[in-house]
């Protein structure tokens, strides 16, 4: 389903080798957030900054929404090192 995904999003776009960049610090950041082992918190972890970005673009300007994902793992980092649900 990946490779799929991969040759439908060719069709609409150029391939550069920095193309999943963006991708690989969200996932980073989700899997931090969620607790490193966690299923359940990975989940919970791609809900909520799921919802920050969302609040982010619509109440600030879209640019900020990635940052708004790194602004919430340095404050979950901070405040609960171990992520939302540990192993």
Do not use: Q
Not at 24 to 29: F, G, N
Not at 30 to 46: C, N
Not at 52 to 67: K, R
């Amino acid at each position: 389903l990946s490779a799929l995904g991969g040759i439908l999003l060719l069709v609409v776009s150029n391939m550069s080798p920095n193309m999943g960049f963006p991708i690989t610090l969200k996932v980073l950041a989700i899997i931090i957030l969620g607790g490193l082992g966690s299923v359940f918190g990975s989940l919970v972890a791609s809900i909520v900054l799921g919802i920050s970005e969302t609040f982010a673009g619509f109440f600030l300007d879209t640019a900020w929404s990635n940052s708004i994902s790194l602004l919430v793992l340095l404050a979950v980092i901070l405040i609960r090192s171990e992520g939302f649900l540990k192993r």
